[in-house]
């Protein structure tokens, strides 16, 4: 399974973008997709994780940010609004055909895309 990630850039304090991820390379459906970013010097973190049944979103980032998917095209987004300049981070997409993203990552990943917020 590749992904691959697009969407990223520079935005101003307050501003909107949206990140886009497709897999491709399977003909099985992503069962779960996530957001993982990485600051300079900060460890990964995920943002959000989602299954059909059920979404969960990163304290710092409800509310601003939202995840969706469309099944049909194996693509998952993510909606960010509100942006904080300590949102700024390279954002990783994560999926897994099987199980769910909790404590561990699924076992595919897509490349980096930056987003950097400017205050």
């Known amino acids: 399974v590749q992904l691959q990630a697009s969407g990223g850039g520079l935005v101003q304090a307050g501003g909107s973008l949206r990140l886009s991820c497709a897999a491709s390379?399977?003909?099985?459906?992503?069962?779960?997709w996530g957001w993982y970013r990485q600051a300079p010097g900060k460890q990964r973190e995920l943002v959000v994780a989602?299954?059909?049944?059920?979404?969960n979103y990163a304290d710092s980032v409800k509310g601003r940010f939202t995840i969706s998917r469309d099944d049909a095209k194996r693509t998952v987004y993510l909606q960010m609004d509100t942006l904080k300049p300590e949102d700024t981070a390279v954002y990783y997409c994560?999926?897994?055909?099987?199980?769910?993203?909790?404590?561990?990552?699924?076992?595919?990943w897509g490349q980096g895309t930056q987003v950097t917020v400017s205050s």
């Open positions: 390379g399977t003909d099985f459906s992503i069962f779960a």
């Open positions: 994560n999926a897994d055909l099987r199980r769910a993203i909790l404590t561990t990552p699924g076992d595919h």
């Open positions: 989602n299954t059909p049944f059920i979404t």
